[in-house]
């Protein structure tokens, strides 16, 4: 089971959360891409762009944040955390 846990920040408080769980036979890159476009679904966001400091991020720590460079429209919070916790 591939679970991904997807945090909204705003003023060092959380917003809102959400898991995205994937138990499907894909790759652990389609697994990533697959589960963060459902937490952008669920939150009402557009699709972020990964910049070359978030993606060597996410590979030395399994987590990214996603602020305001990583997004084409405005945001109304500071960032958004994703952190693989659980792979098959």
């Given at each position: ?20 769980e ?16 459902q ?14 400091s978030?993606?060597?991020e ?31």
């Open positions: 089971m591939f679970r991904l846990w997807a945090k909204e920040f705003k003023d060092n408080r959380m917003l809102k959360d959400t898991v995205i994937d138990a499907s036979d894909d790759t652990r890159t389609h697994k990533v891409f697959g589960a963060l476009e937490v952008c679904i669920q939150f009402d966001l557009g699709q972020p762009i990964w910049l070359d978030t993606i060597s996410f590979k030395r720590h399994d987590k990214a944040r996603f602020s305001q460079d990583n997004f084409i429209e405005a945001i109304d919070f500071d960032y958004l955390e994703i952190h693989v916790i659980e792979e098959d």
